[in-house]
């Protein structure tokens, strides 16, 4: 059973780069979305969707970009990268249409980002 | 705004003790629950859920959660803790808000 699978799992990269962390689903889940942990915040709310073709910013969307074109892929991409945005990002999908988080999230393992 | 609390940033308790974990949440109506729990080095595994109904809740791993309308808590607990259980434990809440989480360091 494959999950929630992220890629890379590790990243450095120089201000100004961009990059493209991928997410991919096995489970035909509607919700997806990317969660950014920093120490003692917990996780933030970058992006997230409720479909194919449709996206929403989260809580701590500026920098960032995502689309979604199939119900499997939710890529996150950074166009600019700044060293703020040094942290561990993670994918998570659910079951259902809507963000009111009523099922359970599966989260992918995690990728760690360094911005020098 | 919708929110959740964890007060406490880190906890230590030796190994066969009692753990509680404290969750308050901000908002007036029935709100969905969640606790989560992120292993080192791992991803984050759902505990147990809070939908409406019983508000005592059992889950995995021995853990359970009690729902208290009138504290606006939702506190984490296990009787006996394992070494297994250090790890970080997140309350979490629609619109999937996380707690900034409590750290478990299980003594021997």
């Known amino acids: 059973n494959a999950g929630v699978t992220q890629t890379p799992k590790f990243q450095v990269l120089k201000t100004g780069q961009s990059m493209t962390l991928q997410c991919a689903q096995d489970m035909n889940h509607e919700y997806m979305s990317w969660y950014r942990q920093d120490p003692g915040m917990g996780l933030r709310l970058i992006h997230y969707s409720v479909g194919a073709g449709i996206t929403d910013q989260g809580e701590v969307p500026n920098g960032y970009n995502v689309s979604r074109s199939t119900t499997e892929d939710f890529p996150l991409r950074l166009l600019s990268a700044a060293p703020s945005q040094t942290s561990v990002y993670f994918c998570?999908?659910?079951?259902?249409?809507?963000?009111?988080?009523?099922?359970?999230?599966?989260f992918g393992e995690g990728s760690r980002l360094t911005v020098l | 705004a919708q929110s959740v609390t964890q007060p406490d940033i880190h906890i230590t308790v030796s190994e066969g003790a009692s753990l509680e974990l404290r969750c308050n949440y901000s908002?007036?109506?029935?709100?969905?629950l969640f606790w989560y729990v992120q292993s080192p080095g791992q991803g984050l595994q759902l505990l147990l859920k809070?939908?409406?109904?019983?508000?005592l809740v059992q889950g995995i791993k021995g853990f359970e959660a009690e729902f208290k309308r009138s504290q606006s808590s939702f506190n984490l607990r296990k009787p006996s803790v394992h070494w297994s259980d250090a790890a970080e434990y997140f309350c979490v809440r629609p619109k999937l808000s996380f707690g900034a989480g409590t750290t478990v360091t299980v003594r021997a």
């Open positions: 998570a999908s659910s079951s259902g249409r809507t963000a009111l988080g009523t099922g359970e999230l599966f």
């Open positions: 809070y939908f409406s109904g019983d508000t």
């Open positions: 908002y007036g109506a029935t709100p969905y």
